[in-house]
């Protein structure tokens, strides 16, 4: 259905423009507002080395073990462009199997060796931004799913219909999934009861917003770092609940790694002292 919407409005802003022949002078007078493409490319690294299915990482947490990988996936939403003259636009993502509703699935794991997921990966969103020649030079986004889509079932909308991703209906979405064996990490909201009207509010958001500078999307990437991640973490030991973090307060695993994600683990939301250490700019 969303397809369908979709073709129907891009049919619609054609006639609008009398074509794609219409130059800007035309669109301008027409009083329609032409947007440019933008691709925003993301790459995932274990330390110095690219991070990947069937591949041994060494000295990975505090007790420097050798594992593999086993997932690693997690959505971003809200993503935003910002000048030069520090004007924050945000980029509307387009519709397809890796993003809806302003909802984009990252998907690094491809089913090999350990790794349990899909053998589709994704590592790229795109969108458009309005055409008003600004110079961009920074970038904006949130890890997870908002929380009006959170607890929504769309069955067969994708990506919302990842079974691996959906924690059900109370608790949604995993907003990141990255598990190794005999250890998993499970960012989400917590603390997530159903009100009297039905509606689903939670105590803790747990979404991290991630901020960069000096980052131009036509030359550069995005890169996520799981050895930051888990650079305070002994993947080898369990304190306590399920083995590794399943973004609890209490969880004795989660307090590290929220840490490296500057979120405090005591309200759910960004923590202004801390320093996320997960995402960077790369070239």
């Known amino acids: ?39 925003i490319n993301f790459s995932a690294v274990m330390g110095s080395a690219a991070l990947a299915c069937d591949v041994d990482y060494t000295d990975v947490g505090t ?31 387009d519709t ?15 089913a090999t060796g350990e790794c349990t997921g899909t053998a589709e990966t994704n590592s790229a969103v795109s969108g458009t931004v309005p055409d008003s020649g600004a110079v961009f030079n920074a970038v904006r986004f949130t890890v997870g799913i908002p929380q009006h889509l959170n607890h929504l079932e769309q069955v067969s909308v994708s990506p919302f219909n990842i079974t691996g991703m959906n924690w059900g209906w109370t608790n949604g979405y995993k907003f990141i999934r990255f598990d190794v064996p005999n250890w998993n990490l499970h960012i989400g909201a917590t603390g997530c009861a159903a009100g009297g ?12 917003q991630i901020a960069l500078s000096n980052f131009n999307y036509q030359t550069q990437r995005i890169q996520i770092d799981f050895g930051a991640l888990l650079q305070g973490s002994d993947i080898t030991t369990n304190l306590g609940g399920p083995s ?25 939301e960004n923590d202004p002292g801390l320093t996320q250490t997960v995402f960077s700019v790369a070239d």
């Open 1 to 39: 259905m969303i397809r369908s919407i979709a073709v129907i409005f891009g049919v619609a802003t054609l006639v609008a423009c009398g074509g794609g022949s219409s130059g800007s002078s035309d669109a301008s007078a027409a009083g329609v507002t032409r947007s440019v493409p933008v691709e």
């Open 244 to 268: 590794g973090c399943m973004s609890g307060g209490t969880d004795p695993e989660c307090n590290e790694v929220f840490t490296q994600l500057g979120l405090s683990l005591v309200s759910g």
């Open 96 to 110: 397809s199997d890796w993003q809806a509703q302003g909802v984009a699935l990252l998907d690094f794991e491809n």
């Open 63 to 93: 007790a420097a073990t050798t594992t593999q990988i086993k997932d690693f996936r997690l959505y971003v939403h809200d993503i935003q462009l910002v000048t030069d003259a520090d004007e924050v636009v945000a980029l509307t993502l």
């Open 197 to 208: 009207g039905g509606d689903i509010e939670c105590t803790h958001s747990n979404r991290p």
